[in-house]
């Protein structure tokens, strides 16, 4: 073998090699791209369901949650401590003002909406 097909191997080899390397790249990058997007989609139907789970059209419940969210730390402790409220109420009733929080603009004159 002379000189010049050497350099020629030499050159299509790290050719190759160079092609694998940006091709295995291009690859990990589309996975990445690809999990990070159903990450995203995982978790818009997560925030989906505990909308869902909080929105409610009934009037006593609107009202408990209303009340909860009026009371001073030290009464909602006490309170959760007495079993008078659950922690799922409680929970529940700061999700829905987030909620309203997050749907409407300054100024929304929703009846459920406390801030």
Not at 8 to 27: D, E, I, R
Not at 90 to 98: D, G, R, S, T, Y
């Amino acid at each position: 073998m002379d000189i010049a097909n050497t350099s020629t191997a030499v050159c299509s080899v790290l050719a190759g090699v160079l092609s694998c390397y940006v091709g295995l790249k291009v690859y990990r990058r589309q996975q990445v791209k690809k999990k990070a997007l159903k990450k995203r989609e995982e978790s818009r139907r997560a925030l989906q369901d505990v909308l869902r789970s909080v929105a409610t059209d009934d009037q006593p419940t609107a009202a408990k949650r209303r009340e909860i969210l009026s009371l001073t730390l030290p009464q909602l402790s006490q309170q959760l401590r007495d079993g008078q409220l659950s922690a799922v109420q409680v929970l529940q009733a700061f999700q829905e003002k987030v909620r309203h929080s997050n749907t409407c603009k300054k100024g929304c004159d929703h009846p459920n909406m406390i801030i």
